[in-house]
């Protein structure tokens, strides 16, 4: 599973990095960032649970080709 925020969208709230903090940041421009290219599979609820709480559906899964 691959993860991007769109930074339009995001509004810094932090929400994902509540969630899954191995797995998200918040910028200093507010918005907030993957840190890994592809999630881990000891890390997958984390990403779904980060998915499931950010408000604005700024985290979106990246469909892989």
């Known amino acids: 599973m691959k993860l991007t ?10 929400a994902c990095t509540g969630v899954a ?5 918040v ?3 507010q918005v907030s960032v993957c840190k890994v290219e592809e999630i ?4 997958m609820q984390q990403a779904q ?5 950010c408000p604005t ?3 979106v899964e990246v469909e892989e080709k």
Do not use: H
């Not at 769109?6 to 709230?13: D, L, R, S």
């Not at 903090?21 to 940041?25: A, G, I, V």
């Open 5 to 14: 925020v769109n930074k339009e969208a995001c509004v810094g709230c932090g």
């Open 21 to 25: 903090e191995d797995l998200f940041e």
């Open 27 to 29: 910028t200093d421009e």
């Open 40 to 43: 881990p599979e000891d890390k």
């Open 49 to 53: 649970d980060a998915l499931d709480v």
């Open 57 to 59: 559906g700024a985290i």
